[in-house]
Nanobody
Framework: QLQASGGGLVQTGGSLRLSCEAS????????MSWVRRAPGKEREFVAA????????RYADSVKVRFTISRDNAKNTVYLQMNSLKPEDTAVYYC????????????WGQGTLVTVSS
């Protein structure tokens, strides 16, 4: 199971930190990702982090502004979002896939981020 939290309403230029706590599987064996879906748009990759945090990838649209991190002792992955823009408005989902796998095994329920202009 994945439980995401931390979404909310923020003004342009503001910051939010999303959290996603995992349970029921061996967290450190999984690559963790954040994916978002904006109103009326397709799902979009945001960021991913390897099991030990040594490899991080970001969508071009969020590079520099967003930072993904994880705490394996707490079974939690984070997404620090700075300099938010209205186009960042979306439901943000965390997802887990085993290292080397092509598809996600677990999805969180999503947390809504709304950035007002």
């Amino acid at each position: 199971q994945l439980q995401a939290s931390g979404g909310g309403l923020v003004q342009t230029g503001g910051s939010l930190r999303l959290s996603c706590e995992a349970s029921g599987f061996v967290f450190k064996n999984y690559v963790m990702s954040w994916v978002r879906r904006a109103p009326g748009k397709e799902r979009e990759f945001v960021a991913a982090i390897s099991w030990n945090g040594g490899i991080r990838r970001y969508a071009d649209s969020v590079k520099v502004r967003f930072t993904i991190s994880r705490d394996n002792a707490k079974n939690t992955v984070y997404l620090q979002m700075n300099s938010l823009k209205p186009e960042d408005t979306a439901v943000y989902y965390c997802a887990a896939r085993e290292t080397g796998a092509q598809s996600f095994d677990y999805w969180g329920q999503g947390t809504l981020v709304t950035v007002s202009s």
